[in-house]
């Protein structure tokens, strides 16, 4: 049963209009071990990948492609990282991308498609003067 | 931010799949950002608090 109605489909279907570069959903799950929520954001990336033809989904074992795993830095799974023109978007999320999390997961899609950094040149130049490795780490819960 | 500067990684994290991060980190509310493991910002912020916040020198986090 989709998790998208068709209403929710045709509204994203709009919002990701916009997208010109290709975007590569890297989903890193578990097959032994691993928890449902992988099942779900499967599912969850695989419909969003069906509004758009430039957004593909590419699927990764979190054992056993340890090179990708270091290369993007995953931790944990079920994972996603977000590449715009194969270009790694330093873009990571973590659990079933569901409730709210799908909603910054849209907007993840969106940026690395367009290319539009929503946020004002205030904060890209106060951004600019940062010169070491910075983990943002954003806890939050489906509901 | 992470896509403004190449040094800037970030993490949406689903607090309830991965509790043991959010025991580490004491995430007793939702959003919750943590900066290299020093420097934590609860809540949502307009933009330019949450860019100043999170600029703040290492350390001087409340």
Redesign the interface.
Known sequence: MPLLSPQDRQTLTQHLAPITKSVDLLLFTQTFGG?E?GLVAKQVLDEVASLHEKISVVEKNFVLDTEDKAKY?VD?APAVVVLGDGQD????????NTGY?FV?LVEAVL??GTGN?E??P???A?????????????????T | ??????????????????ME??RR?R?TG????????SIEILGGLP??DF??A??QPEGDAS
């Open positions: 928890t929520s830095g944990k978007t330093r873009i990571r999320m973590y659990g079933a999390e910054s940026l690395a950094l946020l004002e205030e904060s890209v106060a951004l600019a003067a940062v010169d070491k490795p910075m983990r943002i780490q954003v806890f939050s819960t489906p | 931010m992470a896509y403004a500067n190449p040094h800037i990684t970030a993490d949406a994290v689903d607090a309830q799949e991965f991060l959010t980190y995430v939702v959003p919750k950002t943590v900066i290299n493991d933009e330019a860019i100043a999170a600029l």
